[in-house]
T-cell receptor, first 112, second 107 residues
């Protein structure tokens, strides 16, 4: 079955550490997105990519980095510069017809 | 820029009808999405409107007026399992979400 796979489901970060969240899709979608969700809040856009080897900052890109070397993969690195990283992170992709944004199951990141 | 507003919370009883409003201001518009999200889970797709009018899908309907920057999600015959957050999102080059409306359905 086609879909989006995020891993890990839970992740813990130590102070000063960079961590990378994985997102893989086999839907052949060009566009991929990363969102952050804090408790009781909506989704805020971190980064997005509309095509391989290209990506744009969203509303809250500071302290995060991404790469898009392959169409299927859009990993997100939470750097040590992100001082408040505890949140639920969602990856999504959008097909060419733009009719439905598919979400992965999410990664809960916590700070030790 | 984009500004998307939804009520924070709503309550209703089983079997009732509820309407969740969403207003938006955006410099570009390619469509409006509604998603349902249960706590700790990823959002699930409910509807997509790109033209003005009403889209009906079972118990859920969504309406869009582009000239007014306004949409609503209508939920009929409410069930306890409809207790969730409902997210309105405007699509430009990316989907930008409102803060969501938490709906509580009681018996």
């Amino acid at each position: 079955d086609g879909g989006i796979t995020q891993s890990p489901k839970y992740l813990f970060r130590k102070e000063g550490q960079n961590v990378t969240l994985s997102c893989e899709q086999n839907l052949n979608h060009d566009a991929m997105y990363w969102y952050r969700q804090d408790p009781g809040q909506g989704l805020r856009l971190i980064y997005y990519s509309q095509i391989v080897n290209d990506f744009q900052k969203g509303d809250i890109a500071e302290g995060y980095s991404v790469s898009r070397e392959k169409k299927e993969s859009f990993p997100l690195t939470v750097t040590s510069a992100q001082k408040n990283p505890t949140a639920f992170y969602l990856c999504a992709s959008l097909g060419a017809t733009n009719e439905k944004l598919f979400f992965g199951s999410g990664t809960q990141l916590s700070v030790l | 820029g984009q500004n998307i507003d939804q009520p924070t919370e709503m309550t209703a009883t089983e079997g009732a009808i509820v309407q969740i409003n969403c207003t938006y201001q955006t410099s570009g518009f390619n469509g409006l999405f509604w998603y349902q999200q249960h706590a700790g889970e990823a959002p699930t797709f409910l509807s997509y409107n790109v033209l003005d009018g009403l889209e009906e899908k079972g118990r859920f309907s969504s309406f869009l007026s582009r000239s007014k920057g306004y949409s609503y999600l209508l939920l009929k015959e409410l069930q306890m399992k409809d207790s969730a957050s409902y997210l309105c999102a405007v699509y430009r080059t990316a989907l930008i979400f409102g803060k969501g409306t938490t709906l509580s359905v009681s018996s």
